[in-house]
């Protein structure tokens, strides 16, 4: 059993978690979530969501949105007043501000379901924290339904529910539980599940935090022609696989996703996982796609200044030896060949391999950095400061693949400098040569295009087992010297996979607003054009605006995502950490 | 002969440049008010109408002719968008940063004297290819939009875009380019039919020398033949200077810019005569062409407030578009408004020839037309681009419910008459409207945001809409 939060297995196993009322069977509280059925395509479970607001990524979202000029034409559109009339209305009515009706509303517990049928249909449980604000809300709608053009609706009492039926809507409401459903029929089930289920056992417990759980059933919407269809393997599209095969393996290999959102501590988290029935045979997903038994994704590269950061283990030698497999044998052979015509090309230029020979010997490590960099022009400074970009690719043999490419690269630099006259330089670094390809800085160069494009330099070299290219030569050393400092340290001082859960991590990423905030600084002049004469803007709303995002950058702390395999399956999760 | 050319010789010479005073027959009214905040402004929205109305003609002409409030901060503020703009080598967005001014400068008839000149002095972004030296072409005549006619004429010989504009920088001793001077001539300062073949041909010589370094006009005696030319039968060792001063002297230099403005700013609906137009040129020329006293005697005068000016010209795009914006009150992206009025063959920077935009009912074709009506609901949906200039936020600023008033409303403000004979159709077409879509309690900010929309937009669609 993987480890799981607390409050994640309470939200998940809803038939597995112990009831924890008190009193006899008869009086125990029957919780709207119990009408759901067990069969569903979708459920979703929510605790606490009136809780949501107070997260502080999302209270400095609200904020921004409601000070933003760019937002403000859609608070001051027409048909946003008609949702605000709406509240306005229940506000007055009900004697409640808007924060308290929220609260009082979505305090307690949500139950969203889509059942399966053709076409499937919607069912929603709600557990209000207030028992006596359902029957005031539905007083309000009956007022509401004879003031409107159909003037008339349903009602009756099933089981001490009291219904209605507004149009297409029916809705049965018993003290703080509300029923709501397109279905009349779907909504009767609803309502004789939850006064026939035994409350004295698996009724899930209410969570006194903000949580969200969903699980999808994949096996029961892989039966849909539809959802068959867009998981046909292998897939029409040969750049799928490549990109997302190992993820549209998962949509076809597991049986279920499970998604929980949950405020653990000072975290945001928000895990999704891919499982199957215990006993369940899965394959371990893609070959070459994600990292076998014993590799995981390397450490991400983080030098100083990085707004993001990725890592990845991807065994192409792997995908195309199993290409066959992958694309079909008629593909595989079409694509066999078409990579022995490239070779045959290829010789011209003096390279002595194919593209699949090129693409073996590359990784299976990737990482990309993006971080802020030093101007790379002393003679050309751009009006906005870019960040810079770094790529790194383990190379399987550092030596052949030096070979192959130099004389691929000295034809490169010869076009290059004759058609956009950009000059090959050589520098080193370390051990390391760098190859550093500058663009003509002369007056007559200069007035042609965006002087931003003096952001860029392009550098790379081969070094270190690694193929390492990025926009800046500054930002390519400050890497190197990451890669070296990592090369010091003691076997398995690299960074550990996740504490929480023995997982083959396969992916990693780090994000940085904060950082992002800071070179917004290095754009405020393209920002600021672009907030006036795109979006209409003033001067001075654009500036407003230029703050008031770095200010919200500035306020989201630290995101990062990890994804691999566990002993019960697949899992991705993200991080949001408050600054 | 047309009913615009009937009244225009209807007009006798002696009284037309007089200065309008109002009378009971002729008041100055919300309709002389919006026609000269047209023709001088682009457009007016509502409430600058009534303001002009309550101050009067001759206020509301010094405030025209005099820089708003904040004009020097817009200025600083709109030369750094365009500074970013070149910068970033696209030519949109410079086109994006001029309609930036005309959309929201404090200063509006000097961007629509910016623009004509523009016209006039026809210079291509598509052959000049020099982002740079096309603003600071348009910063220069800017500056002398309401100056002095001379000061700009010379400034343009020796503008860098100009001189690669009219092959001036290929124009040499010994090879002399012809192009420039022909258009100096016919184009800037003359017309056809004031100068000769051999007029054309020394002026060439004395324009030679000339050419652009650096992003700079640039001199080279050597390249300039300095002989003696003979150009309007006057000898000398004349240069560009003296060119310029040559084509002022020529009383059909006055009589060339003075027409070139009544089609600009009064009518281009019919020909007016040389004796209609003489007093104007007779103190153009002696004022030194002097272009504010000249815009200024036109604008208030009895002629530009008759039937023979009010409705009388074809709304370029640029009026179209920033007109409907200052009428609506509203603000829209200037990259979206730039692009609209390229579609709708007004491209700045980029005027189709040498002799600028043709103009008149040549704005309307059976493409262009359609584009035009398209554009009116687009500028109304209230959505998307166009959420900064929705119809019905000055219909729940006005407190309008009804169909009816709405209707009138936008008559009134887009044709200064809520009595117009389209208005019973207009509102049984909103009444159709209103009763579609949801109908319960909340629904009814949305519905009458609808009809707001529908309003403005049946409005904008009279034929008479393209006239300004």
């Not at chain 1, 390492?468 to 390519?476: E, K, L, Q, R, Y």
Request: hydrophobic share 45%.
């Amino acid at each position: 059993m993987w480890q799981a939060s607390r409050r994640v297995a309470a939200g998940i196993a809803l038939a597995a978690c112990l009831w924890s009322g008190t009193g006899s069977a008869d009086d125990a509280p029957r919780t709207a979530a119990l009408a759901i059925p067990a069969e569903t395509l979708l459920r979703i479970d929510a605790s606490r969501l009136a809780d949501i607001v107070r997260v502080p990524a999302v209270e400095a979202l609200s904020d921004f949105a409601s000070a933003s000029a760019l937002f403000a034409p859609l608070y001051e559109n027409p048909e946003a007043f008609t949702a605000r009339e709406a509240l306005l209305f229940l506000e007055r009515r009900l004697e409640l501000d808007r924060d308290e009706l929220w609260e009082r509303l979505a305090g307690g517990r949500w139950s969203f379901a889509v059942l399966p049928g053709a076409p499937p249909l919607g069912l929603i449980a709600i557990d209000a924290l207030d028992p006596d604000l359902p029957g005031r809300i539905l007083q309000l709608m009956d007022e509401l339904a004879s003031r409107s053009a159909a003037g008339t609706f349903e009602t009756s009492v099933y089981r001490d529910f009291d219904c209605r039926r507004y149009g297409k809507l029916a809705l049965a409401i018993q003290g703080p539980r509300i029923l709501l459903s397109g279905d009349r029929q779907i909504l009767k089930e609803a309502v004789d599940r939850l006064q026939d289920a035994d409350a004295t056992a698996n009724a899930p417990a209410a969570a006194d935090e903000f949580e969200v759980h969903a699980r999808v059933d994949l096996a029961r919407l892989r039966l849909s022609p539809e959802v068959q269809a867009g998981l046909k393997w292998p897939p029409d599209d040969l750049g799928a696989i490549a990109i997302l095969g190992g993820w549209l393996d998962l949509f076809r290999q597991y049986d279920r996703i499970d998604v929980s959102l949950s405020q653990p501590d000072s975290r945001l988290l928000l895990d999704v996982r891919f499982t199957s029935p215990a006993g369940t045979k899965v394959q371990p997903g893609l070959e070459g796609f994600w990292a076998p038994e014993g590799s995981e994704a390397p450490p991400l590269l983080m030098p100083t200044g990085v707004l993001y950061a990725s890592s990845w283990h991807r065994d192409y030698q792997a995908l195309w030896e199993a290409r066959e497999t992958l694309i079909g044998a008629e593909r595989a052979e079409r694509v066999t060949k078409a990579d022995a015509d490239a070779g045959a090309q290829m010789q011209v230029v003096g390279a002595e391999f194919t593209p699949s020979d090129l693409l073996s010997q590359l990784g299976p490590e990737f990482r990309t950095v993006i971080l802020h960099s030093t101007p790379p022009y002393a003679d050309v400074v751009p009006p906005n400061r870019l960040p810079a970009g770094v790529a790194v690719v383990s190379l399987r043999d550092e030596s052949r693949v030096r070979t192959w490419m130099s004389p691929v690269f000295r034809i490169l630099n010869l076009i290059l400098n004759g058609d956009q006259g950009i000059i090959s330089t050589a520098e080193r670094h370390g051990d390391a040569e760098l190859t550093i390809l500058s663009l003509p800085t002369k007056p007559e160069a200069l007035r042609r295009g965006s002087l931003d494009r003096f952001n860029f330099r392009t550098t790379y070299t081969i070094s270190r087992g690694r193929f390492v290219i990025g926009t800046t030569p500054a930002a390519v050393k400050a890497v190197l010297d990451v890669l070296d400092a990592e090369a010091a340290l003691p076997a398995g001082g690299l960074a550990a996979s996740d504490s929480e859960s023995p997982l083959r991590v396969t992916d990693r990423q780090s994000f940085s607003p904060a950082e992002l905030a800071r070179a917004l600084n290095g754009v405020a002049e393209a920002l600021g054009r672009s907030l006036v004469l795109v979006a209409g803007l003033t001067v001075d709303e654009a500036e407003r605006e230029t703050e008031r995002l770095q200010t919200l950058f500035g306020s989201l702390g630290r995101i990062e995502t990890s994804a691999g395999f566990g002993p019960d399956g697949f899992q991705y999760r993200v991080q949001w950490f408050e600054p | 002969m047309s009913s615009a050319q009937q009244r225009l010789n209807a007009i006798s010479p002696r009284t037309a440049w007089e200065p309008f005073t109002p009378t009971r027959r002729s008041r100055w009214d919300e309709l002389k008010a919006a026609h000269l905040l047209r023709r001088a402004a682009f457009g007016a929205s509502g409430p600058d109408v009534a303001r002009a109305v309550q101050a009067g003609l001759e206020e509301t002409l010094d405030q025209l002719f005099a820089p708003g409030s904040g004009s020097a901060a817009f200025d600083a503020d709109a030369d750094r968008l365009e500074e970013g703009a070149v910068a970033s080598g696209d030519a949109r967005q410079l086109e994006a940063a001029w309609m930036h001014r005309l959309l929201n400068s404090p200063f509006p008839l000097r961007e629509r004297l910016t623009l004509f000149w523009h016209d006039h002095f026809a210079t291509s972004q598509a052959k000049v290819d020099n982002l740079a030296l096309m603003r600071d072409q348009v910063a220069t005549l800017r500056r002398d939009a309401l100056g002095n006619f001379p000061e700009m004429l010379h400034a343009m010989t020796r503008d860098p875009a100009m001189l690669i504009w009219l092959d001036s920088n290929t124009n040499r001793k010994g090879a002399a380019n012809e192009n420039y001077a022909r258009e100096v001539f016919e184009l800037f300062s003359l017309g056809l039919g004031n100068y000769s073949e051999q007029d054309i041909r020394e002026a060439a010589r004395a324009l030679t020398g000339w050419s652009v370094r650096d992003a700079r006009a640039h001199f080279d005696p050597a390249q300039h033949d300095d002989s003696e030319k003979t150009v309007f039968e006057q000898r000398g060792r004349f240069t560009s200077g003296d060119i310029v001063r040559l084509c002022l002297g020529r009383p059909a230099c006055a009589m060339f810019l003075v027409r070139k403005l009544f089609q600009e700013l009064v009518s281009d609906a019919g020909q007016p005569s040389e004796e209609l137009l003489a007093p104007l040129a007779e103190g153009f020329r002696q004022r030194d062409f002097d272009i504010a006293w000249l815009v200024r005697r036109m604008l208030g005068s009895w002629l530009f407030y008759s039937d023979a000016a009010i409705q009388q010209r074809v709304k370029s795009p640029v009026e179209l578009i920033v007109g409907t914006v200052k009428a609506l009150e509203g603000r829209v992206g200037p990259v979206q408004a730039a692009a609209s009025s390229a579609e709708l063959g007004q491209r700045l920077y980029f005027p189709p020839s040498v002799k600028g935009w043709d103009g008149g009912r040549l704005w309307l074709n059976s493409s262009t037309l359609m584009r035009r009506q398209n554009l009116a609901f687009e500028v109304t949906r209230g959505i998307g681009e166009s959420a900064r200039c929705d119809p019905a936020r000055l219909v729940r600023e006005q407190g309008l419910r009804t169909a009816d008033d709405m209707a009138g409303f936008f008559l009134r403000l887009f044709h200064q008459t809520a009595d117009h004979p389209q208005r019973a159709r207009i509102v049984e077409q909103l009444e159709v409207e209103a009763a579609a879509g949801p109908q319960h309690p909340f629904a009814q900010p949305a519905r009458t945001a609808r009809l707001a929309r529908a309003a403005a937009h049946l409005a904008l669609t009279l034929p008479e809409y393209q006239l300004g």
